[in-house]
């Protein structure tokens, strides 16, 4: 076992440039938790929001004036290298996936997480390295167009966003269940739309969105480019319009339209529900990926020392799916 943990630190809100490495002693775990070996985690747009301390709101929770808690990442992929006495679920030697949810330091060589954390067996049949964003797109996904959503076989589904990693997961599960696709993308990334399943592919740099005569059951917007009053006229009656991206316009219309009924917008932080159920959603996104129905969407790779680099290349708004770190 290595004696020290490598990990990245994040003192003050910023840029990627204030991500700092560390080194620290390897931790013990308490009674009920599970010391892993972190073999791939994952760098997101949330990571990203952390980091930078945006929106400002956010800090209420993060920390007003510096992080509250200093490590980055959250979804990871690895083994269990130790557990406490009182920890049941899991024995030195297993192979584990999920998320370090509001405590963070996933993007590390190691990390100890509760035994009641959102931590999955990982299958043989599944690398490190699709099993460390199962948490970010397909797990947000799944909860956004299947629970909020309830999007089943035959309805029309407008994914906007489709091929980054909320959105690349968003077209498969929604091709899973039998919907009829449509997904948007800029020029570069139409055939990966058709390719990820969707039926119909939008340049959203040569048409708007906001008129036509297509009538979408739900609207998944899943990077906060639209809003509830400018894709209104675009939902069939009693149609939901999701987003993953809370602001204050999207607060009111969904606080609104709860109230008037009808056609509603709908937002939710998938990552604050209770583990339990997140574990859940899981199994169902395990299930979907051992049919064969959706594959993780990875765009690029970097070893754990080049986290700058990566935050770096997830903060350009045009990252194709998920990027990790090894
Ligand atoms: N509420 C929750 O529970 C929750 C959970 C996870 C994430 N989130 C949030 O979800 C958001 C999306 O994250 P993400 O990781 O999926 O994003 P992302 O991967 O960074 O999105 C990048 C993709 O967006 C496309 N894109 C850029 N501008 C576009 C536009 N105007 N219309 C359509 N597509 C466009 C790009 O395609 P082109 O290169 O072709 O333009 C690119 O492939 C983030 O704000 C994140 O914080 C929320």
């Not at 076992?1 to 630190?9: F, G, H, K």
């Not at 405590?103 to 035994?115: K, M, P, Q, T, V």
């Not at 800029?186 to 297509?214: C, F, K, M, V």
């Not at 979907?288 to 754990?304: H, I, N, T």
Request: aromatic share 6%; net charge neutral.
């Amino acid at each position: 076992m290595a004696a020290t943990l490598s990990a990245w630190r994040i003192d003050r809100y910023g840029p990627p440039e204030v991500l700092r490495p560390e080194t620290a002693p390897l931790p013990t775990p308490g009674p009920r938790e599970i010391l892993i070996r972190i073999r791939a985690s994952a760098v997101t747009r949330a990571d990203g929001m952390m980091r930078a301390g945006r929106p400002r709101f956010a800090r209420l929770f993060l920390g007003l004036g510096r992080p509250r808690q200093n490590r980055s990442g959250t979804g990871l992929s690895g083994e269990v290298i130790a557990v406490g006495a009182e920890v049941t679920r899991f024995a030195p030697g297993d192979a584990v996936f999920g998320e370090a949810g509001m405590r963070f330091g996933a993007n590390a060589s190691h990390i100890c997480l509760e035994d009641g954390s959102v931590l999955m067996p990982k299958p043989d049949w599944l690398s490190h390295q699709d099993a460390a964003v199962l948490c970010d797109g397909p797990l947000t996904s799944w909860h956004f167009l299947r629970e909020l959503g309830g999007l089943h076989a035959g309805q029309r589904v407008l994914i906007l966003g489709g091929a980054g990693s909320l959105g690349s997961a968003a077209v498969q599960i929604a091709r899973a269940a039998g919907a009829e696709v449509t997904a948007t993308a800029g020029p570069r990334n139409q055939g990966l739309l058709l390719e990820l399943g969707a039926d119909h592919a939008i340049d959203y740099t040569s048409r708007s969105l906001e008129t036509g005569a297509a009538r979408y059951d739900v609207i998944f917007d899943t990077l906060g480019v639209s809003s509830f009053r400018a894709m209104k006229d675009q939902l069939a009656e009693g149609g939901r319009y999701l987003c993953p991206v809370l602001s204050l316009p999207l607060l009111a219309a969904s606080l609104w339209s709860r109230v008037v009924g009808g056609k509603r917008a709908l937002f939710a932080a998938a990552g604050l529900l209770p583990p339990e159920v997140l574990r859940g959603y899981l199994g169902q996104v395990l299930g979907l990926l051992e049919e064969g129905a959706l594959v993780p969407l990875l765009d690029r790779v970097y070893p754990l020392s080049d986290l700058v680099e990566a935050h770096r290349h997830m903060e350009t708004g045009h990252k194709r799916g998920n990027v990790v770190v090894v």
